[in-house]
């Protein structure tokens, strides 16, 4: 097996950036993983060809999940010309590699079932097996820290006196749902190729390094439904979303958004003394490490229980192929995914993107199609988690103020006007001193309602809490008003890890605000299907706010235990002065 060491990587990386452009589409086919030292592994391992050129996938392995449906395709290099035969269960199919040695093989209608069976590939004398092969849906799961935030985290909650989130890992023991959790690359240009990887089955004994958003969500959709559910997690903490747009894409951005225009910064900035001074502090940090590895390993051989000397990351790298440099998540974590059939995206982002929430309106629209196109699907379901709340500064009694998280999840909502979308609101689940809230499980039962309504035929599922409609100035009063057909409004209460309760306490999170445009926070009560809203400073209210801030106790539901999207009833220009918290 061929193996690359750590530190051979850093001396690429940071030796690749005196290479010629002629070379560039050499260098884009490396997988350079960005990022830290993962234990005590800390290699890459690629698969080993043991004879011809028969090659798969790296993601295409045991205890994959394939998408139901027509459309499903395996694909993969062999010889050029040479003849390729797939054959899973009863259905034998046979291609040819073209002049390039790529080939491709179309299933006809793949019908879901948990049980596994055999894939196996041929070519020559080639022969390549996946054993424990199932059919069902495959949701690709991506975004930042919030997304890729496992069980096994969420389970050392204080909140949580129950031990919820343990029991969950406890009792996760479900062959049909499986999770495939893609490597941290960054590279330089598109790949068609993923580091190894591995499908995960769900088991008490992995199910702790589960994305908890992505296996709560595969346990509702299976719970509902019976389908087997296959999870793909390309998620990466602290990524805006620009990364994740292709080169193309990122171009067609407006003015409002300097993204380019920094990338092109970084790259004026890491002059022959950066890299000089890149490649001294990683080799002292790599010699320190190794230093503290070799002590572990002896005092483990002696009996004893010494503490894992703690992951670190690189210094400054190349900014062409860091984690935030255009294009590089699409190109390494998207792009070799293209000619997956998959059935829909879920996503968790937005942290990083808050200090320009306006150009988030633009960017995620942009980000839904640019990912549409590339699996060839323009209804392709896109439901996404909106922010949560989080500020560390966060006062009860102060007044209401701008607010750059409450900006970001209106441009997030404003981008359910696409078709075939849905959003799951979590602002009451978050912690103002955590930006990642724990409580994923709730957070994952409102996303895969969307899904079992859009995806799954359940017309009559409530996916939605209260949504704002319009208001009427009566007096001193704002009468608002939401859209009809849904569940009475009521005032809620998060009972945590656990459910809504119906609460005979004040409903909080209204603001008021008159002509001269300062918000007061105002009394508001339910009044059969409305909400009336007053405040003794603003005798002449003009526009009210709800849930708008950073973090927020604000508390609208419906009966049906969904919280109400946030919202402000004026169209006064966004005027943020406050910094947003710090993303991770």
Known sequence: MHIITQRSQVVILLGLITIAAAQDVQRNKDFLTYGKYHLESRVTVLREQKTGMLRLPNFITDSMVLQRGANTSIWGWATPGMEVMVQFGDISIRTKADAKGRWRAVFPVL????????????????????????VGDVWLCAGQSNMDLTLQRCATGKDDPQNTMQAIIDTADNAAIRLVKLHNVSPYGPVDDLNITRWMPATPKDAGSFSAVAYGFAREIYNSTGVPIGLIDASWGGSALEPW????????????????????????????????????????????YQAEMARYHEQKQLGQRPKRPLD???GTSPPQYSRDYCANLFNGMIHPLKSYHIAGVIWYQGESNARNASAYRESFPLLINSWRRLFGNPELPFLWVQLSSFD????????????????LREAQSMTTALPFTGEAISYDLGTAKDIHPKQKMQVAQRLALHALKQVYGKPDVIADGPAYAGQVVEGSKVVLSFKPGGPQPMVGEVIPYQRIQKSDGPLRGFAVAGEDQVFHWGVARIVDTTVVVSCTQVPHPVAVRYAWANYTDANLYNTAGLPAKPFRTDQWPLQSTTAAPAAR
């Open 392 to 407: 560390p500064g966060y006062k009860p009694e102060d007044p209401p103020t701008a607010a750059n998280w409450a900006e």
């Open 111 to 134: 019908k879901a079932t948990p049980v596994g069976q055999l894939l196996c590939v041929s070519s020559g004398d080639d022969i390549m097996a996946l054993r424990d092969v199932i």
């Open 245 to 288: 747009l292709s080169l193309d894409d990122a171009k067609t951005l407006g003015a409002g958004n300097d993204y380019l225009k920094n990338c092109a910064l970084k790259m004026a900035a890491w002059t022959p003394e950066a890299e000089q001074k890149a490649i001294v502090e990683n080799d002292a940090k790599e010699q320190k």
């Open 312 to 314: 670190f990351y690189w």
